[in-house]
């Protein structure tokens, strides 16, 4: 059977930009083994809504930081 990690909106966000330190390394190491990693839709939503609330600094439009991020470390876009 397969072992999936669906990361959390905080999680994902500080995988992607290496604040490793936020979390324990346990969870880290729970990422790397598992062998399918996900997002949820609503993730993808809150990273666009806070980043045109001006809360999150991304220097690239939204839609192409979301399509990169998803498919850099190879995330799944649970709909």
Known sequence: ????V???THIWFWLINGSFERFPTQWLEQ???ADIVAVSAI????IALAHNKSRLAIHI???DWLS????KIMIFWLR
Do not use: F, T
């Open 1 to 4: 059977m397969s072992e999936m």
């Open 6 to 8: 669906i990361l959390d």
């Open 31 to 33: 990422i790397r083994q």
């Open 43 to 46: 993730s993808c939503y809150k």
């Open 61 to 63: 439009p939204v839609e």
């Open 68 to 71: 990169e991020n998803l498919q």
